[in-house]
């Protein structure tokens, strides 16, 4: 018994876990959900895999939360922290794009054009509702490494329970970790540094271009 927590310590103490290619698949099957739906009346098969399919972020959070109820008591904080950093961070842009479609349906529902107000406001829901989803099926990781972080006395009771509350928040759930690996477990360093350069390059870039395109409008 001792030997293997030993193997699992030495294993937790590896930079690049295991578990975090199961993160990444994850973020990836979120990216695709969107085109494989679109395809999904073409496929011939069996209609449990097509619910499973079609209510993809419910199948991942029952999946999440037994790798965490098996692994809880086996694996390390730091493990936790860094699956929930790898989904957070790369499906970020996901919920750029989603956020930028949600304005776009809230200004359309302002045309002139009748049939935009009832479709404008249908197509905003069920971005929101689905993002919503999102981001409750990848929660039990980050959930956990909350919970043995106040076991480990990492942090405190309060911090825990309002850094759980935002792990169901859009945008606060991601800057909740990320300053938790930053400030608590000096991780994820310059992964953090480098998107939040890219993210800041992205924001100049399209600051320019609408910025450039309003002189031009006036010009």
């Known amino acids: 018994?001792?030997?293997?927590?030993?193997?699992?310590?030495?294993?937790?103490?590896?930079?690049?876990?295991?578990?975090?290619?199961?993160?990444?698949?994850?973020?990836?099957?979120?990216?695709?959900?969107?085109?494989?739906?679109?395809?999904?009346?073409?496929?011939?098969?069996?209609k449990l895999l097509r619910m499973a399919i079609v209510f993809l972020p419910i199948v991942l959070l029952i999946i999440n939360l037994i790798i965490v109820l098996i692994s809880y008591k086996k694996l390390d904080r730091t493990v936790f922290l860094g699956c929930s950093v790898l989904i957070k961070y790369i499906l970020i842009p996901f919920y750029i794009i989603g956020a930028a479609i949600i304005c776009i349906c809230l200004l359309f529902m302002f045309s002139p054009v009748i049939i935009m107000a009832f479709v404008a406001p249908v197509v905003t829901v069920t971005f929101t509702v689905y993002g919503w989803c999102v981001i409750v099926a990848m929660a039990p990781f980050s959930i956990a490494y909350l919970l043995k972080a106040k076991k480990d006395g990492v942090l405190p009771k309060i911090i825990t329970k309002i850094a759980i509350v935002t792990q169901f928040l859009f945008c606060v759930d991601v800057v909740t970790i990320m300053i938790l690996a930053i400030l608590r477990e000096h991780k994820w360093v310059k992964l953090t540094i480098f998107l939040l350069s890219l993210l800041s390059l992205c924001a100049m870039g399209i600051g320019c271009f609408i910025a450039i395109n309003i002189i031009k409008a006036f010009v």
């Open 1 to 46: 018994m001792q030997k293997s927590m030993e193997i699992i310590s030495k294993n937790d103490e590896k930079k690049f876990h295991l578990l975090y290619i199961w993160a990444i698949i994850e973020a990836v099957l979120i990216y695709s959900h969107i085109f494989i739906l679109s395809v999904l009346d073409e496929w011939n098969i069996a």
